[in-house]
T-cell receptor, first 112, second 113 residues
């Protein structure tokens, strides 16, 4: 079955710097790759996603890149702010938005 | 819209007891899923449904049952609770084919003693 790895497990950056989180997946049939932000005591919230027919997607300070050949995708956050501090999860869907497998998460701390 | 709601927020069970975690959504979404979240392990899919009357197993289905009799509701049943089922449970929904964004509920924290 699908396996999703995520690195690093923790990341500390200074406010204003960039943060990059990387995920790899094993199933070449996976075709949808979302990123979620989870704040303490809350459910995950989608921040950006990418489908297998696209190589890069941007939304203001957040971007995601996908390399299907290498089976990895990355989250890029520029100009980080203290409110970006949270746990971030990547995921892969093996079947058109069904049957998601999540990475173990990255705890991002943005230091003022 | 209330979005995805879950009840209860907290629950303590004794080993062997049964209970149902409730999940409802008011967005007319076709897809619904149940996940458990354990420290350091991300979210793991328990069961999911692609429409009323249709359910399928995820990564960790043992010890859990689901049914989907209506579009709105997707309850998760623990038949005989075990300490290994101590976790935070999240329900999620998405619109369906072509619209994959999942909306998560606030979670239920379950402790089995």
């Amino acid at each position: 079955g699908e396996n999703v790895e995520q690195h690093p497990s923790t990341l500390s950056v200074q406010e204003g710097d960039s943060a990059v989180i990387k995920c790899t997946y094993s199933d070449s049939a996976s075709n949808y790759f979302p990123w979620y932000k989870q704040e303490l005591g809350k459910g995950p919230q989608l921040i950006i996603d990418i489908r297998s027919n696209v190589g890069e997607k941007k939304d203001q300070r957040i971007a995601v890149t996908l390399n299907k050949t290498a089976k990895h995708f990355s989250l890029h956050i520029t100009e980080t702010q203290p409110e970006d501090s949270a746990v971030y999860f990547c995921a892969a869907s093996r079947r058109d938005g069904q049957n998601f497998v999540f990475g173990p998460g990255t705890r991002l701390s943005v230091l003022p | 819209n209330a979005g995805v709601t879950q009840t209860p927020k907290f629950q303590v069970l004794k080993t062997g007891q049964s209970m149902t975690l409730q999940c409802a959504q008011d967005m007319n979404h076709e897809y619904m899923s149940w996940y458990r979240q354990d420290p350091g392990m991300g979210l793991r899919l328990i069961h999911y449904s692609v429409g009323a009357g249709i359910t399928d197993q995820g990564e960790v289905p043992n010890g859990y049952n689901v049914s989907r009799s209506t579009t709105e509701d997707f309850p998760l049943r623990l038949l005989s609770a075990a300490p290994s089922q101590t976790s935070v449970y999240f329900c999620a929904s998405s619109a369906g084919p072509g619209e994959y964004e999942q909306y998560f509920g606030p979670g239920t924290r379950l402790t089995v003693t």
